[in-house]
């Protein structure tokens, strides 16, 4: 069984912030990516710790930013 540490998540967070930051396509697909993620059943149920990695890291990449935390408080659950 794999363990959910905070190296587990910060490291994979880290690299996507980083690409993030590189191109603007890179923040479409990563968008993209999470999206997919959050609607697939198998990566958020399914899968050990998948909501866990996937929401930690959605709320790390929008941490201190306006705009993205505006548009999630306006999508609602």
């Given at each position: 069984?794999?363990?959910?540490?905070?190296?587990?998540?910060?490291?994979?967070?880290?690299?996507?912030?980083?690409?993030?930051?590189?191109?603007?396509?890179?923040?479409?697909?990563?968008?993209?990516?999470?999206?997919?993620?959050?609607?697939?059943?198998?990566?958020?149920?399914?899968?050990?710790?998948?909501?866990?990695?996937?929401?930690?890291?959605v709320s790390k990449?929008?941490?201190?930013?306006?705009?993205?935390?505006?548009?999630?408080?306006?999508?609602?659950?």
């Amino acid at each position: 069984m794999a363990l959910i540490t905070s190296g587990s998540l910060e490291i994979p967070t880290g690299a996507l912030l980083a690409l993030s930051h590189k191109h603007a396509d890179n923040r479409e697909t990563i968008a993209k990516l999470i999206v997919a993620k959050l609607t697939s059943r198998i990566a958020m149920v399914q899968t050990l710790g998948g909501a866990v990695r996937v929401l930690y890291s959605v709320s790390k990449l929008s941490s201190g930013n306006q705009v993205v935390c505006l548009m999630a408080s306006l999508i609602g659950p």
